[in-house]
């Protein structure tokens, strides 16, 4: 869709087609940045969902993406990877896009809400400190066989797990 989209873009001599607005290009454009960085934060590659997710945050602050709703309406993922590679920057860039957004789709006061309790957080407050690590499905897996409180003292201090074999 994204290839077709730039080809028609670029036989349009890069302006917009009469019948389309620029916030249908920008809307289009959103839409799948937010994609991807949604499929890279899922896959754990949280360098590919950072580097789409600052994409989407230079085209939102283009002033054509202030009626771009297609895109900009389901942003939650893009506040969770800021939120999870402690972009404190590129969360505030989002929350003043957000000001502008809400005047014209009040459904985005919720997300504008999360973003900023997200930079009130006492995790959140420093940019000088370093991201916490990423989650990895296997490092969110608890033993089936115990809860988490008698886990840790069950397991040996080194070495294999004996349990294993």
């Keep these: 869709m994204e290839t077709q989209f ?13 019948e389309f607005s620029d916030s249908v290009y ?18 754990s590659q949280p360098q590919m969902a950072l580097g789409w997710a600052k994409e989407f945050l230079r085209i939102g602050s283009l002033p054509a993406s202030i009626y771009a709703s297609n895109g900009s309406l ?6 969770d990877v800021f939120r999870d590679m402690h972009e404190v920057d590129s969360m505030r860039q ?13 459904a985005l006061r919720s ?7 997200v930079l009130g957080s006492p995790d ?32 040996p ?3 294999p797990d004996p349990r294993i074999t």
Excluded: M
């Design 111 to 117: 997300a504008k809400r999360r973003c900023a309790a």
């Design 74 to 79: 389901s942003i939650f993922s893009v506040v």
């Design 157 to 159: 201090s080194s070495g």
């Design 26 to 43: 920008v809307s289009l454009r959103l839409y799948l940045y937010r994609l991807r960085a949604e499929c890279w934060r899922s896959l």
């Design 94 to 106: 989002l929350l003043q896009i957000l000001d502008r957004w809400v005047v014209a789709f009040p």
């Design 6 to 18: 730039h080809q028609y873009y670029r036989e349009s001599g890069g302006k917009s087609n009469p």
């Design 124 to 155: 959140f407050s420093s940019s000088s400190s370093a991201p916490p690590p990423f989650p990895t499905p296997q490092a969110a897996r608890l033993p089936s066989s115990s809860s988490p409180s008698s886990s840790s003292s069950s397991l």
